[in-house]
């Protein structure tokens, strides 16, 4: 079985709260000689996943900036996506998960909004 596009993933069932920790590494594009270059390709993340209940490492594309939230932070992931690389073994083959996305934002607080009535009562005394 081949999935070309990955396995699309429901972020909230999945990861739960996600917390900013740090860049893990910086993916480097190869020269043609087979020497690493200064150009990025992408950035690996590590994130704290209350779902998983352990760290989490997720890459996104270098054309992204680069993020420095603060650690703890709350994030969230725009359009996850997990998949695998195989590697042959004398056994079968080992296979390793990957997680990409497009990008990781912080995520956004719902401001709770209280209506209260500012009216005071009057009352007249007789």
Known sequence: MRLAEG???DKDK???TLKFSALRREVR???EDGTVSDEIKERTYDLKS???GQMIQVSIPA???LKEYDYNAEVELFNPVANTVATATFRGADV???LKAE???LKKKQSIISHSQNQPSQMKEK
């Open 63 to 65: 054309a992204i900036p």
């Open 96 to 98: 390793d998960w990957y």
């Open 29 to 31: 594009v190869n020269n």
């Open 7 to 9: 396995i699309v993933i």
């Open 50 to 52: 209350r779902g998983q």
């Open 103 to 105: 990008d990781i934002v």
């Open 14 to 16: 999945t990861f739960g």
